[in-house]
């Protein structure tokens, strides 16, 4: 699952995709829906210039990410600032047991999350 929140931690909008497709589909349909010039912080699996070219190419969103360990270059302080919240996130929604949902239809799935995002998503706002 592919995963845009906002500052406080609020899903915005989400992709779910196979293992087994590119990544770059999901981030192209995500950022499309954002707005002009958004800063998007991301974890270092979309370090990859196709994927900020594209981004902002396509949607004028610039993304920024954590530098791998054997990276150079000086630390974002964008990312450090909300780094914290975009890790608090997901151990929330793992928490809410959203990989351990047991469904028999793909409509029941589809379900299942987005309950739960609407839960974490009335946390959040409430906090």
Not at 26 to 35: E, G, M, R
Not at 49 to 67: F, K, N, P
């Amino acid at each position: 699952m592919h995963l845009v929140c906002d500052s406080q931690g609020v899903p915005v909008a989400f992709e779910m995709l196979p293992a087994s497709w590119d990544e770059l589909y999901a981030v192209q349909h995500l950022l499309a829906d954002l707005p002009e010039h958004a800063q998007v912080v991301a974890d270092k699996g979309y370090i990859c210039d196709r994927d900020w070219g594209l981004a902002y190419y396509y949607s004028d969103v610039t993304i920024h990410t954590e530098y791998r360990n054997n990276m150079g270059g000086k630390p974002n302080l964008l990312v450090k600032q909300h780094h914290k919240t975009i890790e608090t996130v997901f151990s929330q929604l793992e928490k809410m047991g959203i990989q351990r949902l047991h469904t028999r239809t793909l409509n029941g799935f589809y379900l299942k999350v987005m309950a739960s995002l609407s839960a974490l998503a009335f946390t959040n706002l409430i906090d």
